[in-house]
């Protein structure tokens, strides 16, 4: 396999920031719906676009102009946060249009509701990617080629679906219990399509950015640009590509600006082009340039979050399974709704950020899911999402209530489906007693002429015919075990032996032995009168 002479380096930043749920009571239910606390809402994604997305944007679009060409970066932008920017910072939504213009930065497909669809069915994970890609298309202005699912989740059912869905690469965590072995830094191929290009996220290097940059009281602090440098260098002997992937929020939001991440962000990308062979890629860069070393096998869902690498950010507890478990029942109802605000908050509803509010983890990861968390506690978050996911279910059985007819007639079809196929059973099984009777008629024919044949010259052989069943009359069944006797057949009277060639035969016999003893009876009794008369004339003399 041919290696291309640089070695590849993608840096690639998720966006995303989800409503935030109004605290919804029991007396509010049936009456009030409107869901989300619009001024949180607007305040935390002001903040957030002022300490963030702004800066970090022209930040990176000097660097791009500066560099030419050579530093190239990749982002992913959920359905939800272009809904948040239309609404409260459109500025923001320029400036991200303005980077898809250079050349240089790629956007990736994803869900529209940063939701957990993938986890439920396929149906509904390629409606969810479909919705997103017109929105991209839309508001930025571009069209993804590759893919990455929420919060990284993959597995090799998954990626399949991407596969058939035409995205070329799709980047996902670097979990070591699905490498074994293995490196993070080479590019691999699903294991049920292997067109479909995977690439790991390098956990090592991206946590290094996003949760240790500004603590103290780590053994690299503080991290340098020409530092970071040095350990992506060391690892060009071993590596083809190195995959950095983080929040964006990590920019202003999570690291402070007075921590220097903007100065790290400023000079890491001269750093890494004059100090070591890796090239700067986007996602589908790298998947038209390298080639896949393996196969990855991933049977079980993975996903970037918490230690574990799995799902028990969003399933991992009782709470979470029967919120998730309520809110896909309503999914069939739904697909037939016409009503604009029920899909508007069906969208919403969806985002696993809710479920993730609900972790009951309170040891290595409890303080991940502190920071994120609006909620006093998990369970306060569990009982104000069913509060709203029972006022939605109410308000779908109001405006898009099952229409009665349509629901007899499906019901209706059901049974006359059932009935069908019960006749289908039936006429199966009279076409194979027909063939068993038809050979039983034959074998009793092939019997009844090789006896005749044996029996003595001269004299014949009453036997029993079978009357042939007249052309478009069947058989009539007979009862397991029995042979079957044709419509026109003579049936023998309960108790009775039918009448064979056997029969016949023996009968003529007695009837002549009979005939004999009664003409010898008859001969005895003339003898003995005449010798009677004649003893009556010799006494008279």
């Known amino acids: 396999m041919s290696t291309p002479q640089k070695k590849a380096i993608c840096l690639y930043f998720q966006v995303h920031q989800p409503f935030r749920l109004r605290r ?109 890609g017109e929105k991209m298309a839309e508001h930025i202005g571009y069209q993804p080629t590759s893919i990455r699912n929420t919060e990284l989740i993959y597995s090799d059912e998954i990626g399949n679906w991407m596969a058939d869905m035409g995205y070329k690469a799709v980047v996902t965590e670097g979990a070591k219990h699905i490498l074994g072995w293995k490196s993070p830094n080479f590019v691999y191929c699903n294991a049920i399509n292997p067109r479909l290009k995977v690439l790991l996220r390098n956990y090592t290097l991206s946590d290094d950015i996003a949760f240790r940059f500004s603590d103290t009281s780590w053994s690299s602090y503080p991290l340098a640009a020409d530092k970071y440098a040095s350990w992506i260098k060391g690892l060009a002997p071993s590596s083809e590509v190195v995959n950095i992937f983080m929040d964006y929020e990590t920019f202003g939001e999570h690291q402070k600006k007075e921590t220097g991440i903007f100065d790290f962000l400023k000079h890491m990308p001269d750093a890494i082009i004059k100090k070591t062979p890796f090239k700067f890629m986007t996602v589908s860069e790298v998947a038209d340039n390298y080639q896949p070393v393996s196969l990855l096998h991933v049977p079980s869902p993975i996903s970037w979050a918490d230690e574990e690498r799995d799902l028990t950010a969003w399933m991992g ?53 502190a920071y994120f968390n609006p909620y006093e506690n998990p369970y306060q978050a569990f009982m104000n999402y069913m509060n709203i996911l029972s006022d939605f279910e109410i308000r779908l059985k109001t405006l898009c209530p099952v229409d009665y007819h349509d629901e007899e007639v499906n019901r209706l079809s059901e049974t006359i489906q059932s009935k069908d196929h019960v006749i289908i059973e039936l006429q199966e099984k009279l076409t194979k007693l027909e063939k068993k009777a038809g050979t039983a008629n034959k074998r009793a024919a092939a019997k009844t002429k090789g006896k005749a044949a044996a029996a003595p010259a001269g004299k014949k052989v009453a036997t029993t015919r079978v009357a042939a069943a007249p052309a478009g009359k069947k058989t009539v069944a007979a009862p397991s075990g029995r042979k079957a006797v044709t419509a026109k057949a003579v049936t023998t009277p309960a108790g009775k032996k039918a009448v064979t060639a056997k029969t016949v035969a023996a009968h003529e016999v007695k009837k002549s032995a009979a005939a004999k003893t009664d003409a010898r009876k008859a001969s005895v009794k003339k003898s003995a009168a005449r010798k009677s008369v004649a003893k009556k004339g010799a006494g008279s003399k």
């Open 317 to 369: 507890n009782e709470l979470q399974t029967a919120a998730v478990t309520k809110l896909y029942s309503m999914a069939e109802k739904m697909a037939g709704c016409s009503s604009e605000q029920l899909q508007r908050d069906w969208v919403y509803l969806q985002s696993s950020d809710h479920f993730y509010y609900m972790s009951t983890k309170f040891f290595s990861d409890g303080a991940v899911h």
């Open 24 to 132: 919804y009571r029991f007396f509010e239910m049936g009456h009030e719906h409107y869901y989300y606390d619009d001024f949180m809402n607007e305040s935390i994604l002001r903040r957030i676009a002022s300490n963030c997305y702004l800066p970090t944007n022209n930040l990176l679009l000097d660097l791009i102009r500066k560099h030419k060409g050579k530093f190239k970066v990749t982002f992913s932008l959920t359905g939800i946060v272009i809904d948040q920017l239309r609404l409260y910072a459109p500025e923001v939504l320029a400036s991200f249009r303005e980077l898809a213009e250079t050349g240089c930065v790629e956007f990736l497909a994803e869900t529209n509701s940063h939701s957990l669809a993938s986890l439920m069915n396929r149906e509904r994970f390629e409606l969810q990617v479909r919705v997103h």
